[in-house]
Every structure is written in structure tokens, then in C-alpha cells.
């Protein structure tokens, strides 16, 4: 069965500094990850995704992810953090069955 | 943009009641998920459907069952509420499974019940 762990549970960063969140998975398979974003009173919202090709890929809002099969790792990414990127940061993959499997979140705190 | 709501943002109750928490989606979606979500350990899938009348367990269906009368309409019951069923329930809805994965899904607000 896949899992995915997210190793941080709480980040700290000063606005404007840059912002790594920690995404490791394992799958038997070529695996496909998704990086999802919960604001505060808010549903998740997709970030960005992996599939094939280029293994860094953009999102939204800024953010990049890398996938590294040799690591299992697919971490997010943002150069310059803003207050309101405050948020909980959840890793998925998707399994052969097509349904995702989360990670445990991290929440990510940003100090003015 | 597709909108998935959910009918109540906070819930309350008692122990031993039967509760109902209702998603409904606007965009004609075949599948519909119920996610609950806790502190240090994610979402984690209760049920899902990919069809009207059509259900799946999820990785915890324990304590809970669903239905599907209309494609539009998720719904979660829990028969007999118990305190460990205090958490936040989320709802979501996506294309059809099969082909290209299933990337997108669409979250309703989510539901915070309180089971006392």
C-alpha cells in the first residue's frame, strides 16, 4: 500500500524568506503526486502535480515541487514566502485505483 | 468554478444520535468522496462514489455508511455517534475515474463535528 509522509508537522518562516516543505511517498509504481493547500475555513486546493517528463514542475501562487524517484521525495518549493501563504500543505499520491492518499499536513506559520 | 458546499460549517452533537452531514456539487461530477480530517494525520477516505446508487469503502469506513440517490448529492451518516467521530469531515467531488489519473479534486469547506 502507498503512504506518503510529511516529516514537518509545524514550519516557521519569516515573510520573504524561502520555503522548503518535505514530502517523501512510498509506491510500487511510477507514482503521480499532488501538493494541495488548505487556507484557514477553507476546502484544499490543488497546487500543482506530477505525472511524467520534467520533474520540476510549477504551480500556482509561485510555488514549484521536485519529484526525485531516487529519494521518494517530492518537496515544495517557494522562493520568497508572503503572510499569505499561511496555510496547511498536504502531499498526496495517487494510487492505481485512482484515489489519493494524503500525507499528515504541515502547517506552515509566517513571521512579518 | 465548480462549488462543492456543504450544508453546515459547525455541528454539534450528542453521543448515540444518527447524523447526517450533505454535499452537494454543481459541475456534474461522477465521483464523490467524504474525507475526515485530523490533526497529524491528514485526510483520510471514509467512502467514496463513482456513480448514483454506487458506493466504496474508503481506508475507514468503520462507524459510517453513505448514499447517493441523486449524482449531485453525497451524503454521510453516522448511525450512532460516538466521541472519536469528532473531527472535521470533508467533502469532495472529481471527473471520472480511469484514463488520465485522477487529479483534481474539488473540496467542499468542510464540516467540524462535535461529538459531546
Known amino acids: 500500500a502507498q503512504s506518503v509522509t510529511q516529516p514537518d508537522i509545524h514550519i516557521t518562516v519569516s515573510e520573504g524568506a524561502s520555503l522548503e516543505l518535505r514530502c517523501n511517498y512510498s509506491?510500487?509504481?511510477?507514482?503521480?503526486l499532488f501538493w494541495y493547500v488548505q487556507s484557514p475555513g477553507q476546502g484544499l486546493q490543488l497546487l500543482l502535480k506530477?505525472?511524467?517528463?520534467?520533474?520540476l514542475v510549477q504551480g500556482i501562487k509561485g510555488f514549484e515541487a521536485e519529484f526525485k524517484r531516487s529519494q521518494s521525495s517530492f518537496n515544495l518549493r517557494k522562493p520568497s514566502v508572503h503572510w499569505s501563504d499561511a496555510a496547511e500543505y498536504f502531499c498526496?499520491?495517487?494510487?492505481?485505483?485512482?484515489?489519493?492518499?494524503f500525507g499528515g499536513g504541515t502547517r506552515l506559520m509566517v513571521k512579518p | 468554478d465548480v462549488k462543492v458546499t456543504q450544508s453546515s460549517r459547525y455541528l454539534v452533537k450528542r453521543t448515540g444520535e444518527k447524523v447526517f452531514l450533505e454535499c452537494v456539487q454543481d459541475?456534474?461530477?461522477?465521483?464523490m468522496f467524504w474525507y475526515r480530517q485530523d490533526p497529524g494525520l491528514g485526510l483520510r477516505l471514509i467512502y467514496f462514489?463513482?456513480?448514483?446508487?454506487?458506493?466504496e469503502k474508503g481506508d475507514i469506513p468503520e462507524g459510517y455508511s453513505v448514499s447517493r440517490e441523486k449524482k449531485e448529492r453525497f451524503s454521510l451518516i453516522l448511525e450512532s455517534a460516538s466521541t472519536n467521530q469528532t473531527s472535521m469531515y470533508l467533502c469532495?467531488?472529481?471527473?471520472?475515474?480511469?484514463?488520465?489519473?485522477?487529479?483534481?479534486?474539488?473540496f467542499g469547506s468542510g464540516t467540524q463535528l462535535s461529538v459531546l
Open positions: 462514489s463513482y456513480d448514483v446508487k454506487m458506493k
Open positions: 469532495a467531488s472529481s471527473q471520472l475515474l480511469g484514463g488520465p489519473p485522477n487529479e483534481k479534486l474539488f
Open positions: 506530477y505525472f511524467s517528463g520534467d520533474t
Open positions: 498526496a499520491v495517487n494510487n492505481a485505483g485512482n484515489m489519493l492518499t
Open positions: 509506491y510500487g509504481a511510477t507514482p503521480y
Open positions: 459541475m456534474d461530477h461522477e465521483n
